[in-house]
């Protein structure tokens, strides 16, 4: 399975720029991918005292363009997040495109980050979410989702074998990046799919360094500094040929968890 990360520079409140640029290097990665995956939050940035201004419904013309991308490459595009208008709320919303231009997944943000505000201006999300991707379970998680491993755990035992995780990290936590997408690798034994953008908002500088990966927890693909797409071909059966090798999956004491 070929991933094309795509680590665009997001500049906060340009939405109309933002939409251009992300589309075009969506466009660009499906011609070598059968999988785009776009960051976190890629058509507003970080600002958020506008979002009930730019707030996306879905479906519409965002998603219509980005199924348009789908369709006419064959590709299956993870949208991101986009801010979601639904029910009178507003979601940080993670979306999964198919080959057909269908959305085949909706995954809303289980943890609002509170110490950035992130719950005075969205509404949590209430479930998680496990999709079909040409016959590989995957699952989806949003930047500070990355900080809670039990959302990944759980994820792993839903069936998860790949997890996307879009986000808008920032350089001064670099390590915890890292580190954070490592583990959550080995501890679930399965592939880490992290992508990220660069830019600045504020005094906050993005770290850029998307990466994947796997199951064994050596990252086998990275970005820099700069906007740009990565490329990495993913090995599904690569998580059942490591489970098999270290039987941590099968050593769990499920007993003395709950």
């Not at 936590?173 to 990220?196: G, K, P, T």
Request: aromatic letters at 8%; a neutral charge.
């Amino acid at each position: 399975m070929q991933v094309a990360l795509v680590q665009m520079k997001v500049t906060a409140g340009d939405v109309a720029g933002n939409r251009r640029r992300g589309a075009e290097l969506a466009r660009t990665a499906a011609k070598n991918a059968e999988v785009v995956v776009l960051p976190e939050l890629w058509t507003t940035g970080f600002s958020l005292n506008n979002l009930d201004r730019w707030a996306e419904e879905v479906p519409g013309p965002l998603i219509a363009d980005l199924a348009a991308i789908a369709r006419d490459a064959g590709a299956s595009i993870i949208a991101g997040s986009i801010p979601r208008k639904s029910g009178g709320r507003i979601y940080n919303n993670a979306l999964v495109i198919d080959a057909a231009g269908n959305i085949a997944a909706d995954y809303r943000k289980l943890h609002l980050c509170s110490y950035l505000g992130e719950d005075r201006y969205f509404a949590p999300g209430s479930k998680r979410t496990v999709f079909d991707l040409g016959g590989t379970k995957a699952g989806l998680a949003v930047c500070y989702d990355l900080r809670f491993p039990e959302l990944f755990r759980a994820l792993a035992i839903d069936g998860a074998q790949i997890i996307f995780i879009p986000a808008e990290w920032t350089s001064c936590r670099a390590r915890n990046w890292r580190l954070l997408n490592q583990a959550r690798a080995i501890d679930n034994q399965i592939y880490i799919c992290a992508v990220n953008c660069v830019g600045r908002h504020r005094e906050f500088e993005f770290y850029g360094h998307s990466m994947v990966v796997a199951p064994d927890g050596d990252i086998i693909a990275e970005g820099g500094a700069d906007e740009e797409i990565i490329y990495c071909q993913l090995e599904p059966a690569m998580v059942g040929t490591v489970r098999a090798a270290r039987n941590v999956w099968n050593d769990r004491r499920t007993d003395m968890y709950d």
